[in-house]
């Protein structure tokens, strides 16, 4: 348990981890590893030791449950879908579909069909994780420890794994419709004769256009950590404050996040649509 207000903090952001310990190593209770094991984390040192490869849990569990939540209610949908009057969740539905195929028609100006499906589920997947942050941030937390999980985070995109591994795949698309759009020559001819058309000034722009090129992810997974990030910070200082305090303060930031949550996953749909049709410009 929180015994000050930092260790309040520092266990309501810290991610149920799961990785590998060296033999030898010893552990926040005192025990010492006999030889290399995978385990969880009991604390965020232990984290930070299992490196690279150790598994956000946490992250993992709640993004592909929102994922399935998205997939359940989109099917439900298609499969009860009536021409006649429809129901609420129906209309709900439809006007994302539509929302998103306008955004779609408005921004990308190549022709794919994977676009508009893709920006939908990017879309709605990133409005339910950040729509997480709703929960009031002892509850899911509480629950864990009960069950024996000493910390457990719930908002996936308040994770810079979650919203890396998201980025990631957007960039993996980029690349890979920039060679099949363009050629492997096309494209590297875009990215050393842009922006000046002089064969002696090829190196910087490669400099320039890599450099482009490899902040697109990082730009897209760092906007959306870290206004969520954000967020959580200050429901966390808020559930720091006397309960009498804590409802004055709670509503309204929850009341902003209204904006907030929908806003982001309409930015990362966004960035993603745009950096995808420049992928596909000079097609011929």
Do not use: C
Not at 18 to 40: I, M, N
Not at 61 to 68: A, I, K, N, Y
Not at 239 to 245: N, V
């Amino acid at each position: 348990m929180a015994t000050s207000s930092a260790d309040y903090i520092q266990h309501h952001l810290q991610n149920l981890t799961y990785g590998k310990l060296p033999a030898g190593y010893e552990r926040y209770d005192g025990s010492v590893v006999q030889e290399a094991t995978w385990t969880l984390a009991q604390s965020g040192a232990e984290a930070t030791d299992m490196g690279f490869m150790a598994f956000h849990i946490d992250t993992l569990g709640w993004s592909v449950f929102m994922g399935l939540v998205f997939l359940f209610i989109f099917r439900t949908v298609a499969k009860k879908a009536t021409a006649g009057i429809p129901g609420k969740t129906q209309n709900v539905v439809e006007m994302v579909v539509e929302f998103v195929q306008g955004v779609v028609k408005d921004t990308f100006h190549g022709r794919n069909a994977l676009v508009a499906p893709l920006a939908l589920t990017i879309f709605v997947w990133v409005f339910l994780m950040n729509s997480l942050k709703w929960i009031p941030v002892d509850y899911i937390p509480g629950l864990a420890k009960v069950l024996g999980l000493d910390y457990f985070k719930i908002v996936p995109t308040a994770d810079p794994n979650g919203t890396f591994g998201i980025s990631l795949g957007v960039f993996i698309l980029i690349i890979f419709y920039s060679f099949k759009v363009k050629g492997f020559g096309g494209f590297i001819k875009e990215l050393s004769f842009t922006p000046f058309k002089h064969w002696a000034l090829i190196p910087f722009n490669l400099f320039l256009e890599i450099l482009g090129l490899l902040t697109k992810p990082l730009s897209l997974a760092l906007r959306l950590f870290g206004n969520m990030y954000a967020g959580e910070v200050v429901f966390i200082l808020i559930a720091l404050l006397p309960f009498y305090l804590q409802w004055g303060l709670n509503v309204p930031w929850a009341i902003f996040h209204i904006l907030v949550i929908p806003l982001q996953a309409f930015i990362f749909m966004v960035l993603t649509v745009v950096y995808l049709s420049a992928a596909h410009e000079d097609a011929h």
